[in-house]
């Protein structure tokens, strides 16, 4: 039952977003205005509340780091190798991106806070804050390199230093390290601001999804769904328990891994050349389908 509703709940808030965009109420200012909120507000909160009165040995492990290395490699290798046979340049490198640059921020660390607990969104954090720094250098060397853009990958890296989920993490990691406690309506501030987080995002999400694309590009995009949400938390999972990761651990990060394709992929998309409408659709079929695949590892992993 409590899938069912968490289910209900997101699909809700992305029925929302799509209604208030296509409707008029949410123009493209005020989505902008909203995804800002919840991106420099409600989840570096998030992040920070839940990391900062957390023993640093719960929060980063060898088997962590080493499984997350090992799965992001292993799905970017997979993309590659199944997607190098698409005639389109610029097609092949938004389906390889696409195969692995998860929304960890906006869906996949607020709903494991909201289905899993506060130890698991402490570990989230650190995965975000993992594929934070791996996924956007990785994504746009990917379409400067096949798409012959001229765009600066430093430029991309340097914006990576005020990026407010690293930020609040390093700030909440440092917290944890030096004993800093915080008032008790502090904290309460905290989390009623973190609680914010996933209702804005899904509704920013639903938003940003581009409802009135073609089925023509349903089938070149069903190797993205595979490889984003069955595959890459799939193998997160046989990675993890192999690793001997603890149960806490173990159902935040594969939660995590089982993220639809990140919204702004489409932005980088169409900044560094890759095929946009391709791209809008990968982000609104990994997203549909991971209503499904998302319920599914919460009710075995919640």
């Known amino acids: 039952m409590a899938v069912l509703e968490q289910l209900g709940f997101m699909l809700v808030f992305l029925a929302v977003g799509a209604a208030a965009s296509a409707t008029g109420p949410l123009t493209t200012e005020r989505t902008e205005a909203l995804t800002a909120i919840a991106f420099y507000i409600a989840l570096p909160a998030l992040v920070f509340a839940s990391t900062f009165d957390r023993p640093l040995s719960e929060l980063i492990s060898p088997a962590l780091l080493l499984g997350f290395w090992t799965v992001l490699a292993s799905t970017i290798a997979a993309g590659w190798i199944l997607h190098r046979r698409r005639a389109s340049g610029a097609r092949r490198?938004?389906?390889?991106?696409?195969?692995?640059?998860?929304?960890?921020?906006?869906?996949?660390?607020?709903?494991?806070?909201?289905?899993?607990?506060?130890?698991?969104?402490?570990?989230?954090?650190?995965?975000?804050?993992?594929?934070?720094?791996t996924h956007v250098p990785v994504t746009v060397f990917t379409l400067i390199r096949i798409n012959d853009s001229d765009a600066s990958l430093s430029g991309e890296l340097r914006a990576l230093a005020t990026n407010p989920v690293?930020?609040?993490?390093?700030?909440?990691?440092?917290?944890?390290?030096?004993?800093?406690?915080?008032?008790?309506?502090?904290?309460?501030?905290?989390?009623?601001?973190?609680?914010?987080?996933?209702?804005?995002?899904?509704?920013?999400?639903?938003?940003?999804?581009?409802?009135?694309?073609?089925?023509?590009?349903?089938?070149?995009?069903?190797?993205?769904?595979?490889?984003?949400?069955?595959?890459?938390?799939?193998?997160?999972?046989?990675?993890?328990?192999?690793?001997?990761?603890?149960?806490?651990?173990?159902?935040?990060?594969?939660?995590?891994?089982?993220?639809?394709?990140?919204?702004?992929?489409?932005?980088?998309?169409?900044?560094?050349?890759?095929?946009?409408?391709?791209?809008?659709?990968?982000?609104?079929?990994?997203?549909?389908?991971?209503?499904?695949?998302?319920?599914?590892?919460?009710?075995?992993?919640?």
């Open 93 to 133: 490198s938004v389906a390889i991106v696409q195969s692995y640059h998860g929304n960890m921020g906006f869906l996949g660390l607020p709903l494991v806070a909201a289905t899993v607990g506060d130890g698991a969104a402490a570990v989230a954090s650190v995965v975000l804050g993992l594929g934070v720094l």
């Open 166 to 302: 690293l930020v609040s993490l390093t700030a909440g990691i440092a917290a944890s390290v030096g004993g800093v406690g915080l008032p008790t309506v502090a904290v309460a501030g905290l989390d009623a601001v973190s609680t914010l987080a996933l209702p804005l995002a899904l509704v920013c999400v639903g938003a940003k999804l581009d409802t009135g694309l073609s089925l023509s590009t349903l089938r070149p995009t069903t190797s993205v769904v595979l490889l984003k949400v069955v595959w890459m938390p799939l193998l997160a999972w046989v990675v993890f328990s192999t690793l001997g990761l603890g149960s806490t651990a173990l159902s935040a990060a594969v939660i995590m891994f089982g993220a639809p394709t990140a919204v702004s992929t489409y932005i980088y998309t169409s900044e560094l050349g890759g095929d946009a409408a391709f791209a809008s659709m990968n982000v609104v079929m990994t997203t549909v389908a991971s209503l499904g695949t998302l319920s599914v590892l919460v009710w075995v992993f919640g």
